[in-house]
C-alpha cells in the first residue's frame, strides 16, 4: 500500500513539476501542410526545369549528330560516285582547231620489269563532237618510282611516279605521235597496278590540228603476266 502510494505521489510531482510545466507550454514549429505544399511545389518546379534543361541538351547534342550523320550520309554516295566514275572513266580536256572540247578516256596498261615499271598501254577516248569523236592511242612509259628504298614485293605498295611516255595515235581519220608525262600515286605490287594520275599530252597530227589534251583518272594495269619473278620468300 505504500509503495503504491509513494509511487502515486512521484508521479504527481513529476506532473505538476515548473519543468513539466515548460515542457508542456514549450511551442514547436511544426511545418504546416500550406509550408508543404509551397516546398513541393517549389521542389518540383525545380525537377522540372533540371528535366526540361536535360531534355533540351539531349535534344540539342542529338540535333548536332543528326546533322553530321546526314552531312557525311550526303557526302559519302557523291565520294563514291565520284571514285567510281574515275575508276571506270577518266575526264578529258583538249585543245584543237583553237577550240576547247571534252570527253571522257581510259588507259589499260601492262607492265613488265620488277615493279612493272616499263609499260605498254592502249587508251581510248571519245570526245564530245559530232565528227572525229573516237581516239585510240597505243604508248610506251617508263614509271619513275620517287619513293626510296622500295623493294620488289607481292604486297601492294604505295609511291609517287613521274611517268614519261610516247606513242602513235589515231582518230580513224588522221594519225600521229605524241609524248605525254604524268605524275600520281602508284599502287603496285609486282602483278597489279592501281595508278591516280594527272596527264599532259600533246599530239602531232598529219594533215590536221596538233592536239594539246589535259586528264586526270586512275589507270589500271597488269605487270609480268607470263613470269615469276620468285620474289615470295622475300615477304617472309
Not at 589515231?170 to 605490287?189: A, K, L, Q, V
Not at 594539246?212 to 619473278?229: H, M, Q, R, T, W
Request: no cysteine.
Amino acid at each position: 500500500m505504500f509503495k503504491k502510494f509513494s509511487i502515486l505521489f512521484l508521479f504527481a510531482i513529476l506532473l505538476f513539476h515548473p519543468s513539466a510545466e515548460i515542457l508542456s507550454q514549450t511551442k514547436y514549429n511544426f511545418i504546416s501542410s500550406e509550408d508543404l505544399m509551397k516546398f513541393s511545389l517549389k521542389k518540383d518546379s525545380h525537377s522540372g526545369f533540371n528535366k526540361d534543361a536535360k531534355i533540351f541538351q539531349r535534344n540539342f547534342n542529338g540535333l548536332k549528330i543528326s546533322d553530321r550523320s546526314q552531312t557525311a550520309s550526303s557526302t559519302l554516295p557523291m565520294a563514291i560516285g565520284i571514285a567510281t566514275f574515275l575508276y571506270f572513266l577518266n575526264p578529258i580536256v583538249l585543245y584543237e582547231n583553237d577550240k576547247i572540247g571534252g570527253g571522257i578516256t581510259k588507259e589499260i596498261s601492262l607492265g613488265f620489269g620488277y615493279f612493272g615499271e616499263h609499260r605498254l598501254s592502249a587508251e581510248y577516248s571519245y570526245i564530245f563532237r559530232k565528227d572525229l569523236s573516237s581516239n585510240l592511242r597505243f604508248a610506251y612509259k617508263y614509271d619513275i618510282l620517287l619513293k626510296s628504298g622500295i623493294e620488289p614485293s607481292n604486297f601492294l605498295q604505295g609511291t609517287p611516279v613521274l611517268s614519261f611516255g610516247a606513242g602513235y595515235f589515231t582518230n580513224f581519220s588522221n594519225n600521229g605521235f605524241f609524248p605525254e608525262m604524268s605524275f600520281g600515286y602508284s599502287i603496285r605490287n609486282d602483278k597489279l597496278l592501281f595508278y591516280p594520275s594527272v596527264k599532259i599530252r600533246y599530239t602531232y597530227v598529219k594533215n590536221g590540228s596538233g592536239i594539246l589534251d589535259f586528264s586526270a583518272g586512275i589507270v589500271l594495269g597488269f605487270a609480268n603476266p607470263f613470269i615469276n619473278l620468285h620474289i615470295r620468300a622475300n615477304d617472309q
